[in-house]
Structure formats: structure tokens, C-alpha cells
């Protein structure tokens, strides 16, 4: 227990780190740019997220699964390969999202250009932060974070010097692509590219679906923010955004939890599968409960001159959208205690399914909410959407858990059959 403390302290201190980042660029940026300069670094944003999903898909869902808790030589092979993939990614999906920057022009146009540069460092640093996790050794990754964070400091006091969308995510991803090089260091593994095609072909069964499943996650939401943009404008993309970054504190949680939810769910089920399914639940239910508690202490412990002053312009009308987004991401994190252990219990084509209907829930329910009442509408077809996945995910896992301990009772069997047989 005191094992599992520890690592799930050095999550959500790293996570700290990473979500005050985010929350602080977000601030600086609004304020800086305004509403519609906003929506473009917004869309710039969540598409970060979609590279981001396929790299950890690929490189380390797989590495978290098979690795955690391995032998030193072991897990530094792995990282090695991981870090290679995740390395090809960056430099892949750069090229297209500069590609579709020069094609679309404009300030959208320049934010896609400046983010296909810093794309590869970025999806290194991550990397090394869920090798670092599936180790135990939380503390560099806390470390590297720590750098990405310094080295923010003169980036972003430069560019508000000269405010645009591109000298702000240069400067953000920059500082990444610098904390990656710290963060090598620190692990003292080379990344090898060309290992890259080895590590596809080895975990392939893993990969792929992982791949699928973050890209439809991550995709929903790209795609719900590109719909909204259509149907109500790049400001309604800002606007949510905006309402989503005032529950930035509790993402701390979320996404701290996250980073050692799979590897703590895979040793859970080493020692039992029974046991399973009640951490899984105490975790999503944890997530859930902290989600809410922010939610309504922003609700009414936020006084709107405060809201004024953190997002500009774009608090009137995203001070509108906390409660939807509350319930949201509340839902939200209920339902990654099941995500967790689907993962933990390896069957990729289980979660891949349960992935995708819930993707498909929060597509239909967010854009069709739209185009019907804009910014509000979504936010509200967004909170439906995930309450309606909960009965997904979790009837999934305990399809799953049920699959499992019929496997090991016939591997029981078969066990106890042999010594039967030696003895006629």
C-alpha cells in the first residue's frame, strides 16, 4: 500500500505540474489573443491531443501494459523502442499538420505550421513521462515536467512581447522539446528509431487497438470542436475551451491518477483478479467525486470578477458552461476506472469496442448540440453523451473480468490434471 501511496503521489504532483502548465499557457494565451486568435490556438490544442493519443496508442499504452514493474535492462530496451516510435510519430504527423496549416492559411493556418515543428520533442517528453511511470520512478518524470515548466518562463514572457498564435505554441513546444532532451538524460536510454518497426511488429496486437481506441477518443473531440466551429463559429470553440479550462485544477487529479491507473490496475490483477474490479471502481468513483466538488465550488465560490480576470472576453460566455462541463468530465472520470482495468486484463478488441461507442456518443451529442443551441448546446449534448457511456464501459469490464476467471479456472483445471495423468 505505502508502494502504491508513493506512486500515486509522485502522478499527482507531476500531473500538478503539467496541468498548471496547460492552465496557465491557456490563461496567457486568452488574455493575449482575444476570442477568435484563441479558437484557433484551441484547434492547434485538441489537435495536439489527437497526436499525442496516437504516439502513447503506438509507443506507451503498450509499454504501461507489459513493462511495468519489469527488470531494469528489461524496461530500458522497451523505452528504447517506445521512445523511437513515439520519435516517428512527431515527426509524421508534424508534416501533415504543417502540410494542412500552408493549405489553410490565416491564423488557423499558422498555429497548424508552428505546432507540425515542435510536434517531435513534444511527443518525446511525453513519452519518457509514462516510461518513467510504468518504472515506479515517478520522481523524473515529476522532474521533467519541472523542466518544461522553467524553461515556459522566458518563452512566453517573449512572445507576449510579440503576441501571435505561432510565436505561442513555439514557445510552449520549445520548452517541451527541451525537457525531452533533460529528460533522456535522466533515463540514460537512447531512443531508437530504428528499432520502430520492431516494436509495431511485436506488439501489434496491442498497438493497433490502443492506436484505434485513443485516436477515436481524441478524434470525437476534434471533431466536435471542428463541428462546432462550422455550425456556431471559431469563438463557440473558444468558449468551451474556456469553460473547460476553469476545471483545469481537478484535470490535476484526473489525469494524475491517470498516469498510474494502468500500471497500478495490472499489478492489482497479478495478485488478484477479484480484486479488480473493486479498485477500479474506488478509482473511478474517487475521480468522479473530486470532479463534482470543483465543479460546484466554481459554481458558487467563484466570484465573476475572478472568472474576469482569468479568461478576458471569454469568460461572459463561458461562466455559462461550468455546470455541463462539470458533469462532463465527472462521467468522465467515473468511467476511466473501467478504462483502467480493461486495459490492465490486455484484451484490446473489448475496450477498442467500448471506445468507440462512447467516442460515437460524444460526436452525435456534442455536434448535434451544436448546431441546435451552439456553445451551451454542446456542452449539454457532451455531459449526455458520457453519462450514457457509463453503462457501456462498465458492463465491458465486467464482461471482461468475467472472461478472465473463467481462463484461469480452466488453467487450474489443466493443472491439476497433469499430476493426474503422471500418476496412471
Not at 83 to 97: F, K, L, P, T, Y
Not at 153 to 165: D, E, G, K, N
Not at 284 to 306: S, V
Request: with cysteine; charged share 10%; hydrophobic share 55%.
Amino acid at each position: 500500500m505505502r508502494g502504491v501511496l508513493r506512486r500515486l503521489t509522485w502522478g499527482l504532483a507531476d500531473q500538478a505540474v503539467t496541468s498548471l502548465v496547460s492552465f496557465l499557457v491557456g490563461i496567457i494565451v486568452a488574455r493575449s489573443l482575444g476570442a477568435l486568435e484563441f479558437g484557433a490556438f484551441s484547434l492547434a490544442w485538441v489537435t495536439y491531443g489527437v497526436v499525442l493519443n496516437i504516439s502513447r496508442g503506438l509507443a506507451t499504452d503498450p509499454l504501461a501494459v507489459r513493462f511495468s514493474g519489469v527488470d531494469r535492462p528489461v524496461w530500458r530496451t522497451a523505452v528504447a523502442s517506445s521512445s523511437g516510435i513515439a520519435i516517428v510519430v512527431g515527426v509524421m504527423m508534424g508534416a501533415v499538420c504543417a502540410a494542412i496549416g500552408a493549405a489553410l492559411g490565416g491564423r488557423t493556418g499558422a498555429a497548424f505550421i508552428a505546432l507540425g515543428i515542435v510536434l517531435p520533442g513534444l511527443m518525446l517528453q511525453d513519452s519518457w513521462r509514462f516510461a518513467f511511470f510504468a518504472s515506479g520512478q515517478g520522481g523524473k518524470a515529476f522532474v521533467s515536467d519541472i523542466t518544461w515548466a522553467l524553461g515556459l518562463v522566458p518563452l512566453l514572457y517573449l512572445a507576449s512581447h510579440h503576441a501571435s498564435v505561432t510565436n505561442f505554441v513555439l514557445a510552449w513546444g520549445a520548452a517541451g522539446a527541451f525537457a525531452a532532451l533533460v529528460s533522456g538524460v535522466q533515463a540514460g536510454v537512447v531512443p531508437r528509431v530504428s528499432w520502430a518497426r520492431h516494436w509495431l511488429r511485436d506488439h501489434r496486437d496491442l498497438g493497433l487497438r490502443y492506436l484505434t481506441e485513443n485516436v477515436t477518443l481524441s478524434g470525437a473531440y476534434q471533431l466536435r470542436m471542428y463541428g462546432l466551429g462550422a455550425f456556431a463559429g471559431v469563438a463557440a470553440v473558444g468558449t468551451v475551451r474556456g469553460a473547460e479550462m476553469l476545471l483545469g485544477p481537478f484535470f490535476i487529479v484526473l489525469s494524475g491518477v491517470g498516469l498510474v491507473a494502468v500500471p497500478e490496475a495490472a499489478r492489482v490483477l497479478r495478485r488478484s483478479v477479484r480484486a479488480l474490479p473493486i479498485f477500479c471502481l474506488l478509482l473511478g468513483g474517487a475521480q468522479a467525486l473530486a470532479a463534482l466538488a470543483w465543479g460546484l465550488l466554481l459554481l458558487f465560490a467563484l466570484p465573476d470578477e475572478w472568472g474576469h480576470a482569468l479568461l478576458g472576453e471569454v469568460w461572459l460566455t463561458a461562466s455559462a458552461l461550468v455546470l455541463p462541463a462539470t458533469l462532463s468530465v465527472a462521467f468522465a472520470g467515473f468511467n476511466t476506472g473501467a478504462a483502467a482495468g480493461l486495459r490492465a486484463l490486455g484484451i484490446a478488441r473489448r475496450s477498442l469496442k467500448a471506445q468507440i461507442c462512447a467516442s460515437s456518443f460524444y460526436l452525435v451529442g456534442g455536434v448535434t448540440g451544436g448546431a441546435i443551441g451552439g456553445a451551451r448546446g454542446s456542452a449539454w449534448g457532451a455531459a449526455c453523451a458520457t453519462f450514457s457511456a457509463i453503462f457501456v464501459w462498465w458492463f465491458t469490464l465486467r464482461r471482461g473480468i468475467h472472461e478472465r476467471k473463467h481462463l484461469e479456472s480452466e488453467l487450474s483445471s489443466q493443472e491439476r490434471d497433469v499430476p493426474e495423468m503422471r500418476s496412471i
